[in-house]
Nanobody
Framework: QVRLSSSGGGLVQAWGSLRLSCVAS????????MAWFRQAPGKEREFVGA????????YYADWVKGRFTISRDNAQNTAYLHMNSLKPEDTAIYYC????????????????WGQGTQVTVSS
């Protein structure tokens, strides 16, 4: 059984930065792709980015445009989403997701999800 716990959200002014964390329990973390999604009120869950089990490959949604970076520390079973130059439109609940068998990183078909952490960006 895998459990994910995300944290680090909060209220930040536009152009500010935040770092979200996602801690996983169990043994699947180091052999699993790890992704971040977000969901704004009234909108569908949206892919942010994902990284391969060893972080050799990382893939981002086009709209990220270099503002966000995903990293992971397999020794600590932890993944991070570093967010810079935040905009009000980045306001959403951010979710981490993990799955050792996922094929398409950008679709929300992961088996394991964190509880989400709220990010609010004020103008």
């Amino acid at each position: 059984q895998v459990r994910l716990s995300s944290s680090g959200g909060g209220l930040v002014q536009a152009w500010g930065s935040l770092r979200l964390s996602c801690v996983a329990s169990g043994r699947a973390f180091s052999r699993s792709a790890m992704a971040w999604f977000r969901q704004a009120p009234g909108k569908e869950r949206e892919f942010v980015g994902a990284t391969s089990p060893t972080a050799a490959m990382t893939y981002y949604a086009d709209w990220v445009k270099g503002r966000f970076t995903i990293s992971r520390d397999n020794a600590q079973n932890t993944a991070y989403l570093h967010m810079n130059s935040l905009k009000p439109e980045d306001t959403a609940i951010y979710y981490c997701a993990l799955d050792p068998k996922v094929v398409d990183w950008s679709t929300p078909l992961y088996n394991y999800w964190g509880q989400g952490t709220q990010v609010t960006v004020s103008s």
